[in-house]
């Protein structure tokens, strides 16, 4: 009912920037949340930052806090994630998630198919 399309990923040297983009389209008036992860080959999908829908607060795991940037254009129902100082452990395929406030879940249940981040050395 929700469908998420990550875009802008790519291959940049350690200490580059790369902005993601992500758009959102369906049934989206009732959004909850919109939000980043990422994850690694081998390892466990991880929080990244989001924002809740309503209020705007975003959210962001305190180790990229410094580096990384959350923002939302709430009219086109997108959201960004502006990635600066990119290290080599940034490498990961990021993935779009939204809580859709469809499911009366609490928890994000639509994904995007995710966008390739890879940080050279």
């Known amino acids: 009912q929700v469908q998420l399309v990550e875009s802008g990923g790519g291959l940049v040297q350690a200490g580059g920037s790369l902005r993601l983009s992500c758009a959102a389209s369906g049934r989206t008036s009732s959004l909850v949340a919109m939000g980043w992860f990422r994850q690694v080959p081998g390892k466990e999908r991880r929080f990244v930052a989001a924002?809740?829908?309503?209020?705007?607060?975003?959210y962001y795991t305190d180790s990229l806090k410094g580096r990384f940037t959350f923002s939302r254009d709430r009219a086109q129902n997108m959201v960004f994630l502006q990635m600066n100082s990119l290290e080599p452990e940034d490498t990961a395929v990021y993935y779009c998630?939204?809580?859709?406030?469809?499911?009366?879940?609490?928890?994000?249940?639509?994904w995007g198919q995710g966008t390739q981040v890879t940080v050279s050395s």
């Open positions: 998630a939204a809580d859709t406030g469809i499911n009366w879940t609490r928890d994000y249940d639509a």
């Open positions: 924002v809740n829908w309503s209020s705007g607060k975003i």
